[in-house]
């Protein structure tokens, strides 16, 4: 297949793009770092003799960068999706400006919705097709920190829910998985409630379930934890150091 990652460059889209590629997609890698782009897609076109392709974009960025990205997925002949990209803040605690919550609102789910709403008719016209979003355990309910980054990531819950229903009746299989702590640069040196998993576990786990349709937690006991926290009343719940 020929495969669309945004924010391919580093954690999570680095380790998806190694594992599509050891796989034998053809990739379009989308990042906003020329210099780890080109590196990237050298390397995975000599050990794994596949076609890439590589284009710089910032999704935070005001202008429209959306049609330049639509256009190089419709001449790559993209097959399918994948949008391990997102952006959090250490001063989203509710009191962000207008631009800096803009920006948090683009990168989390403005531009990866408008990019899929653009690219669904073509899809939609593949023998088979799919569209891979990943959101966050921070959005299982209101927090005190990463205010307007949650909020971002339940719209993006919403609109992939939404996606579900719509490809019922097309070829086009729809993944969301809400990640919780993954080792990466954000959580490299925090102290977590819970352990964080690899990205390549991730990228194994992800890749293994392309072609279905569903919403999944991974780690897979963040599900029970979703439970338990929408299941306290508010007036505790309040009471939490969340």
């Known amino acids: 297949m020929n495969v669309l990652i945004v924010g391919a460059s580093a954690g999570l889209g680095r380790a998806l793009a190694e594992e599509g590629a050891r796989l034998g ?61 997102g952006v959090a803040s250490d001063h989203d605690t509710g009191t962000l400006d207008e631009a800096a919550a803009l920006r948090l609102m683009n990168v989390n789910f403005v531009k990866p919705s408008s990019i899929i709403a653009k690219l669904w008719p073509v899809l939609a016209r593949r023998q088979s097709a799919f569209v891979t979003g990943f959101g966050s355990v921070a959005a299982i309910r209101g927090r005190s920190r990463n205010v307007v980054y949650s909020a971002a990531k339940r719209a993006l819950t919403s609109y992939f ?48 379930k392309h072609g279905e349709t569903g919403l999944w937690f991974f780690p897979a006991f963040w599900g029970l934890i979703d439970t338990i926290l929408r299941s306290i009343p508010l007036s505790i719940y309040r009471k939490l150091d969340f």
């Open 25 to 85: 997609h053809n990739l379009l890698l989308v990042a906003t770092d020329a210099r780890d782009l080109a590196s990237l897609q050298s390397d995975l076109t000599l050990r794994y003799q596949i076609r890439t392709a590589g284009m710089v974009c910032d999704l935070s960025d005001e202008r429209n960068v959306i049609d330049g990205v639509v256009h190089a997925a419709e001449l790559f002949g993209t097959d399918g999706i994948m949008f391990p990209v």
């Open 161 to 208: 829910e939404s996606l579900c229903h719509m490809s019922t009746r097309t070829n086009i299989a729809v993944q969301l998985y809400q990640m919780g702590f993954i080792e990466t640069q954000q959580t490299f040196g925090k102290k977590l409630l819970f352990p964080a998993c690899t990205p390549s576990e991730a990228a194994r786990y992800v890749w293994a």
